[in-house]
C-alpha cells in the first residue's frame, strides 16, 4: 500500500525569505528532473485580506501569475477568518491541488495556524465584536498595563506568559474569560487533553507534515532585514495604502485586518496619535517583536528541518531547500 504524501511547509519569522525562497523554489522544481508544478498554499493571517498589499509584501502580481497561489485576497479588511477556516480552506486548497496533478507548498509565518496544521485545532470559544469593544475603550482610558493586571487576578497562567503591553492578546483572554466565565489557559487545557485522548484529528490534513524552517539566529541580521523592509514600504506607498483603508466607513481600528503590525502602528499615527517618526520607530519594533515571538514558536516544535539563513548566501540557502524538495519526492 503507498503511504499518503506529506503535506510540504515552508515556515519562519517574518522578514527571513520564506516568500522569495517559496518562489525559486517552485521555479527550480519544475524545470528539474522529473519536474512538479508547485502552487503556494499561503499560510499568513493578513495575506487573506484585500486591499492590503503593501504593508504585508503580498507577492505582486506578476509572482502569483509565475506560481498560483492559494489564500490570498479572500476577504475583505471587515471580515474575521478563524483558524477553523483557514483549516477548511487549507485542506480544501491541498486537495485541489493534487487533483490537478500538482504539489502543494505550505508557505507562511502565522504559527497558529502552523500549530493548528500539525496539531490539530483547539477547541476555543468565539467572542462578540462588542465585547472587544468594550475591552478596547477601557484600554484607551486606563492602558493594557491595567488590563494586563485584571488579566493576572482573572487568568495568571495566560497573563504571566504575555507582555503587558501586548494589546491583542490580552483583548483575547479577557473576551473569553468574560464571556464564559472560563479562563482561557483551563480552555486551551481541556482543548490538549481532548486531541491527546482521541490523538491526531486527521480529517483536518489527513497526511502529515515534511517542514523546512528558516530560523535565524543571529537577531542583528534578522532586525536589518525588517527595518529595511519597512523602510521600503514606505516608499513604496504604505502610508497611502492605510489612508484608503480609514476611508472605508465599515472599518475600524478594532478590526483584526487593522490591529495587523505596521497597520495597528500607522492607523494610530494618521489618527494623530504619533509623530511619524514615531509610527515608523514603533511599526519596526512591533515587526521585529512578531519576529521574535515567531522565533519562540518555531523552537517549541519538534521533528522539523531548521536552516539559519543568517550563516549562509543565497545560493547556499536554495540549494539546500532544493535537496529538502527532492527528498520528498521519495516519501
Known amino acids: 500500500m503507498l503511504k499518503p504524501a506529506l503535506v510540504d511547509c515552508l515556515i519562519g519569522p517574518t522578514a527571513s525569505g520564506k516568500s522569495g525562497l517559496a518562489l525559486w523554489l517552485a521555479q527550480a522544481a519544475a524545470s528539474g528532473p522529473g519536474g512538479q508544478a508547485i502552487e503556494i498554499v499561503s499560510m499568513d493571517s493578513v495575506l487573506i485580506y484585500k486591499a492590503m498589499d503593501i504593508g504585508t509584501a503580498k507577492p505582486t502580481a506578476a509572482e502569483q501569475a509565475q506560481t498560483p497561489h492559494h489564500l490570498i485576497d479572500i476577504l475583505e479588511p471587515e471580515e474575521v477568518f478563524s483558524v477553523a477556516q483557514f483549516l477548511d480552506q487549507a485542506k480544501a486548497a491541498i486537495q485541489a491541488i493534487r487533483g490537478r496533478g500538482n504539489r502543494p507548498l505550505v508557505v507562511g509565518g502565522t504559527m497558529l495556524y502552523f500549530k493548528a496544521l500539525l496539531q490539530g485545532l483547539d477547541d476555543l470559544p468565539s467572542t462578540p465584536l462588542g465585547l472587544r469593544e468594550e475591552i478596547a475603550a477601557k484600554a484607551a482610558v486606563l492602558g493594557w498595563p491595567a488590563l494586563h493586571a485584571e488579566l493576572q487576578t482573572h487568568d495568571p497562567a495566560t497573563a504571566q506568559r504575555l507582555n503587558p503591553n501586548d494589546a491583542q492578546r490580552i483583548s483575547r483572554a479577557l473576551e473569553v474569560f468574560l464571556h464564559t466565565g472560563v479562563s482561557l489557559s483551563d480552555w486551551i487545557q481541556k482543548s490538549q487533553s481532548r486531541l491527546e485522548s482521541k490523538a491526531r484529528d486527521q480529517s483536518l490534513i489527513p497526511t502529515g507534515l515534511r517542514v523546512f524552517a528558516l530560523q535565524p539566529e543571529d537577531r542583528s541580521w534578522l532586525?536589518?532585514?525588517?527595518?529595511?523592509?519597512?523602510?521600503?514600504?514606505?516608499?513604496?506607498?504604505?502610508?497611502?495604502?492605510?489612508?484608503?483603508?480609514?476611508?472605508?466607513?465599515?472599518?475600524?481600528?478594532?478590526?483584526?485586518?487593522?490591529?495587523?503590525?505596521?497597520?495597528?502602528?500607522?492607523?494610530?499615527?494618521?489618527?494623530?496619535?504619533?509623530?511619524?517618526?514615531?509610527?515608523?520607530?514603533?511599526?519596526?519594533?512591533?515587526s521585529r517583536q512578531l519576529a521574535k515571538r515567531q522565533i519562540t514558536w518555531l523552537r517549541s516544535f519538534q521533528n522539523i528541518n531548521r536552516l539559519d539563513p543568517s550563516t549562509m548566501n543565497n545560493a547556499e540557502l536554495e540549494q539546500m531547500a532544493l535537496q529538502w524538495w527532492q527528498a520528498g519526492s521519495a516519501e
Open 223 to 286: 532586525h536589518r532585514r525588517i527595518e529595511q523592509r519597512f523602510l521600503t514600504m514606505l516608499d513604496q506607498g504604505f502610508l497611502n495604502e492605510v489612508r484608503q483603508l480609514r476611508a472605508r466607513p465599515e472599518l475600524s481600528a478594532l478590526h483584526p485586518s487593522m490591529r495587523a503590525v505596521g497597520y495597528r502602528q500607522a492607523w494610530a499615527h494618521l489618527n494623530g496619535e504619533q509623530s511619524e517618526p514615531a509610527f515608523i520607530e514603533a511599526g519596526i519594533a512591533a
